[in-house]
């Protein structure tokens, strides 16, 4: 009788590294600019979980490489990520020369705030807007036709009529941010108008918060928090000694500012039904509003927090922020209808989730 050969410790890792290479070949390729940003961890997630590989691109300008061990916990694989900037030609084009075979891209990498933009246009007008033009002449030089762009409710300015839908008039931009994702959108459609045959989806999404239901990513913002959930979660944990509401003198219910609060898991999952799609439709260039559909004020989000975790928030009123709009909230009828697309977590849920996510930060500081 022959010796029986069982693997060895050895064999048994090939075997499963081969098997997880495998299974990745299986997976379209999805290249992720801002991966490891807020949205974009969730994205890349939501990739994985759908069937795709996504390929990370970040400068870490305004997050952390530590996101990266956050996905690997919960997918459990580490993406491919290239610390890049998009708006260096040379570089940028390495990670396509890396990857030949991309299926389409998710560009989410910009600056971001509104009040920062107020003092700072020049670095958004620069970072914002070449980071698109350079992505968009590499899809083109490398035959890459689909886009998803990460687009935003600052392109409606402070709207007539509420809600807003898809076609609702784009007024002017309230800020050099908003103004950023308008020139964006315009270079995206006068690309289609000129016979590329690209595809494109904008997604205009109004207030992403919460985080990741395991509490192992999240918001996680460098230095003061410049948006609301994160700036109530760290004045909650004891950070900051006082959560400042900017403006109460506002035509609302309350004197402060009106939004759509959408939770960060529902927006990832839109971009990859967004990239589905592309894959059934010949769209040529879809937009789509992405919130949930209700206003809700400051002073509400601020008890809603507090009625959902139990913690009260010292808080005084500061004068209006530069660039705010405001009220506003989305129809998104047309997503419902044409993605399939649905929120799965209500408001509760979203600072919930947010809050777990700040605990499990400061256990780890």
């Known amino acids: 009788m022959s010796e029986a050969h069982y693997p060895t410790k ?13 299974v990745l070949m299986e997976r379209k390729k999805v ?22 590989e996504a390929i990370l691109v970040d400068n870490l300008s305004n997050t952390h490489l530590s996101v990266l061990d956050g996905i690997d916990s919960i997918i459990g694989y580490r993406p491919a990520f290239y610390q890049v900037d998009c708006c260096d030609y040379r570089e940028f084009k ?14 989410f990498a910009a600056f971001k705030s509104v009040g920062q933009s107020v003092k700072n246009p020049l670095s958004y007008y620069q970072n914002n807007i070449n980071s698109t033009l ?10 890459v036709r689909q886009l998803v762009f990460s687009s935003s409710c600052t392109v409606y300015g402070q709207p007539m009529a509420l809600p807003v839908t898809e076609k609702s008039p784009l007024l002017p931009a309230n800020s050099p941010y908003g103004y950023t994702k308008q020139v964006c959108e315009r270079i995206i459609l006068d690309l289609y108008s000129s016979g590329n045959t690209c595809s494109a989806v904008l997604l205009r999404y109004f207030n992403p918060i919460g985080a990741h239901p395991s509490g192992r990513i999240g918001e996680l ?20 000694s006082r959560l400042m509401v900017f403006g109460n003198d506002y035509n609302t219910s309350d004197g402060t500012c009106i939004r759509d609060y959408i939770h960060v898991c529902d927006l990832a999952n839109a971009h990859v039904l967004a990239i589905q799609y592309m894959e059934r439709n ?3 260039v879809e937009i789509f509003n992405l919130g949930s559909g209700s206003g809700y004020s400051v002073l509400e989000l601020i008890r809603a927090f507090e009625n959902s975790t139990g913690v009260s928030l010292d808080f005084s009123f500061a004068d209006r922020r530069p660039g705010d709009v405001e009220k506003i909230y989305a129809s998104c009828d047309k997503a419902v209808l044409k993605l399939g697309w649905a929120c799965r977590y209500t408001m509760k849920d979203a600072l919930a989730h947010a809050w777990q996510w700040e605990k499990a930060l400061r256990k780890r500081v």
């Open 10 to 22: 050895t064999t048994m890792m090939i075997f499963l590294h081969l098997s997880e290479e495998t």
């Open 31 to 52: 290249l992720v600019t801002g991966g490891l940003g807020y949205i974009g961890a969730h994205t890349v997630v939501a990739l994985y979980e759908a069937g795709y």
């Open 94 to 107: 390495q990670v396509f020369l890396a990857h030949s075979d991309l299926a389409g891209v998710i560009h």
């Open 134 to 143: 350079t992505l968009l002449r590499l899809m083109e030089e490398f035959g």
């Open 221 to 240: 913002p460098l230095g003061v928090p410049e948006n609301l959930v994160p700036y109530i979660t760290q004045t909650a944990a004891g950070i900051r």
């Open 282 to 284: 010949e769209t040529g």
